[in-house]
């Protein structure tokens, strides 16, 4: 299964969304994570996103900022968006009902707070969220 974790730039949200989902899964499971824009594309997470994974663990400082492709909604199974503006971007992308339904608020039906103009205490708090949500779909995928 393929697992795709998208926020707007790809540097603070979903790579650390995709580094707790991996931590919590086997390496059976393919985690990736893209932005929908492209403006900081190659670039390493943000460094108060590396220290708060680091801080609980987790080590993303290796990831790479990737701009999402319309290909991507093929290519993986489940599509979680950290806010509403990143999932209508995502949706505008699908090409088909099958697309559509892969694409969904990785809180259900809250949105992870954009932390980049923000302290460490909200990339705390960003860190919590996706930690309680990665839990909750990692027992869903494993189940399934
Ligand atoms: P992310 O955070 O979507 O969680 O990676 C942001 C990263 C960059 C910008 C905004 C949010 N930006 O405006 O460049």
Same mark, same amino acid.
Not at 8 to 13: A, D, M
Not at 36 to 41: G, R, V
Not at 115 to 119: A, Q, T, V
């Given at each position: 299964m393929k697992i795709l974790m998208v926020c707007?730039?790809? @540097?603070?949200?979903s790579p650390l969304a995709e580094g707790i989902l991996k931590s919590k899964l086997s390496s059976d499971f393919i985690v990736e994570s893209a932005g929908?824009? %492209?403006?900081?594309?190659g670039k390493a997470p943000d460094s108060r996103s590396i220290n708060v994974a680091k801080k609980h663990g @987790? %080590? @993303?400082?290796n990831q790479k900022s990737k701009h999402l492709q319309s290909k991507d909604l093929e290519d993986f199974d489940l599509i979680f968006c950290m806010d509403r503006n990143n999932l209508k971007d995502v949706k505008s992308?699908?090409?088909n009902e099958e697309q559509l339904q892969k694409i969904s608020l990785i809180l259900n039906d809250a949105e992870v707070p954009d932390?980049?103009?923000?302290?460490a205490d909200d990339f705390e708090n960003v860190f919590q969220l996706l930690d309680e949500a990665c839990e909750r779909i990692s027992r869903e995928v494993v189940k399934s």
């Open positions: 707007l730039g790809n @540097i603070c949200r929908t824009i %492209d403006m900081h594309q @987790i %080590d @993303i400082s992308l699908a090409k932390p980049y103009w923000g302290n």
